[in-house]
């Protein structure tokens, strides 16, 4: 007859190391990774959030509609949620005719409207014009690591109806920046559309 569990023989338990007790390996884990991200990446700790140009500086534009809502709803800001643009402009033009089967008269578009901010984190823009076209500049700069650079693009938007579903047409003669064209409004958007990097040199 098998021996009860609590009269079985047990195995010493194996005392901690004296490393062990003060510092526990999950803990040093942990505390080696920060040491090394601070050690590596020294502008997380020095520039907060005015970083040297790069991923988190990039400026993109957010394209949004509500079904059946007549406006376009327009966002632009920065891939990092908190960086600060020096200056963000948006013209609007609406006064042409496109449908989004054909090229687009870039050079006929009049903005006759703008839209300018200074230091912001954002611009956003609406407009019920079926089409509209945007002209968006952002200036970008970093006081800590002296780095800076002009985000731009040149849009051109179309909402067909038909069937009781739309579709937003897209279009731009900018170099770099890539569009998708046509997008179901209620399926696809929002959509985020990334300006070109144009260099410290590049403003409009």
Known sequence: MSAPFD??????RRPPGRLGVY???????????LVALIVFTPQLVSIGHQPG??????????????????SLHFYVWAL????????????????????GGSAVNWSALNWTEWHNGTNVLSVIVSSTG???ALNISAFY??????SS????????????????SESLYSATP???VAVTSPLSVSNDLPVAILLYNAGPGGAP
């Open 130 to 132: 079926n089409p509209v």
């Open 80 to 99: 990092g949620e908190e960086i600060r643009y020096d200056m963000i402009a948006i013209g609007v033009a609406t006064q042409f005719n496109w449908t």
């Open 7 to 12: 009269t079985l023989p047990r195995l010493p």
């Open 23 to 33: 510092a526990p390996w999950p803990l040093v884990g942990v505390s080696v990774l």
């Open 149 to 164: 650079t002009w985000y731009v693009g040149v849009f051109a938007f179309y909402v067909a109806v038909s069937s009781g």
């Open 141 to 146: 700069s970093s006081p800590s690591t002296g």
């Open 174 to 176: 900018t170099s770099g």
């Open 53 to 70: 140009v790069g991923i988190l500086t990039q400026a993109e534009l957010v394209v949004d509609k509500v079904p059946g809502n007549a």
